[in-house]
């Protein structure tokens, strides 16, 4: 008994330095990184003073703070005892049956377990051994053949990366994969957005014919990528090989009815003098089609009259955020105080509506503990485990 109880010590002390070495590297991380960006603003606003590059200073100034604060609040907080391991949703033993079957690429009985749970087991596993650098996971990541398309959500623009670029730059940097960001507007509205991203994909394409891409989408890019792939069919089923998205209002968001969304749309309906009229013929000035979609009202009728015209060859996946209100960003706080919901949530999307619905072929990978900025890179949380989950669970269902 007395050596049982020596042990469990031994171990709670090794996790919990473990922990604190995670939580400072991380800070190291963000301050070299950050102090680099500095740098090279300050550096070109020097050698050409103008609006844009102050503008772009400012924005890296915010940033870096909240990285750099964030990753001290972190650190103090591991270091208090404040965060901790978190428990284990799956029974050990079917965890550790999961796991090895897994790693040794042996299949699972489609009967023993759903898909949820075996991508719940991985992202524990994984999970856990981004926390505890010294673990040795039997989990090996895959070298994959499709090149990685990361696609951001509304007002990415405000961050210096893409949604989750940090999780696929530590998956690239193990198994060599390929990834490039494209580019959209966080203020526009789906339809616009589709043309952005094919113009680069059609352009990148070119570049590399012998490559096939997988899409992966957070927030509204989710969106935006449905419309692309409606818009572009045959081309994707020709180049791309799926689709997977992360706490996208895939059916819009019942949050537009909130009173700061109907009093945009009351002043979008009083815009009938020739001059707003003209106005919006060259620019959503009053954002019409970035409601449109992301409203509820409109998002769902277009999904259901859209959704048998998707491509029917590529693979569709989409995993569901939830986050109480004391567990989320400052910035998802305020989220929820505005967009407040009945339902689970992550602070902006409603769970039930970032899932596909049950008439259209997908696979719905689960909800996941996590508030809607988790993809940040100043986030603590392990965006680089969800970002392997995905790999190692496509891969073992030859997917990618």
């Known amino acids: 008994m007395k050596e049982m109880n020596e042990n469990f010590v031994n171990d709670t002390l090794k996790a919990y330095f473990s922990r604190a070495k995670k939580s400072k590297e991380f800070l190291t991380d963000s301050i070299a990184v950050s102090s680099q960006e500095l740098s090279d603003s300050v550096t070109t606003l020097i050698k050409k003073p103008n609006l844009r590059g102050t503008i772009q200073l400012l924005s890296d100034v915010v940033g870096s703070g909240a990285w750099i604060g964030n990753s001290y609040l972190n650190l103090i907080l591991t270091l208090g005892g404040v965060i901790k391991p978190k428990e284990k ?35 524990n596993e994984l999970e856990y051994a981004h926390q505890h650098p010294d673990y040795k996971s039997p989990l090996q990541l895959p070298k994959i053949f499709p090149t990685i398309v990361l696609i951001s959500g509304v007002f990415n623009e405000l961050y210096k990366t893409a949604a989750f670029e940090r999780g696929v730059q530590h998956a690239s940097k193990i198994s060599n994969l390929k990834y490039f960001v494209a580019k959209t507007d966080g203020f526009e509205g789906a339809k616009y957005n589709a043309t952005l991203i094919e113009n680069q994909l059609f352009e990148y394409q070119k570049n590399h014919p012998d490559e096939k891409f997988w899409i992966i989408s957070y927030s509204k890019g989710g969106i935006d990528s449905l419309h692309f792939l409606r818009q572009n069919k045959e081309w994707c089923e020709k180049n791309v090989v799926g689709l997977s998205t992360i706490a ?65 060859n ?87």
């Open 89 to 123: 949703t799956i029974d050990p033993e079917d965890h550790h049956y999961i796991i090895e079957k897994i790693s040794k690429n042996i299949r699972i009985p489609d009967n023993k377990f759903s898909e949820q749970e075996i991508f719940r087991s991985i992202y």
């Open 248 to 312: 996208s209002p895939i059916l819009g968001s019942p949050h537009l009815s909130n009173r700061i969304f109907k009093l945009l749309k009351y002043f979008q309906d009083l815009s009938t003098n020739d001059f707003l009229k003209h106005v919006d013929e060259n620019k959503d000035f009053l954002k019409r089609e970035f409601v449109k979609s992301l409203d509820h009202g409109k998002q769902e009728p277009w999904f259901r009259a859209n959704y048998h015209l998707l491509p029917e």
């Open 314 to 400: 590529c693979f569709y996946t989409s995993i569901a955020l939830e986050a109480e209100w004391y567990e989320s960003h400052l910035y998802m706080m305020l989220a929820k105080a505005l967009f407040s919901s009945d339902n689970t949530n992550d602070g902006v999307v409603d769970a039930a509506h970032a899932i596909f619905p049950s008439y259209f072929k997908a696979k719905n990978l689960g909800l996941i503990k996590g508030h809607h900025l988790i993809g940040a890179r100043s986030s603590t949380y392990a965006q680089e485990a969800l970002i392997m989950t995905h790999i190692i669970y496509l891969k073992y269902l030859n997917l990618i």
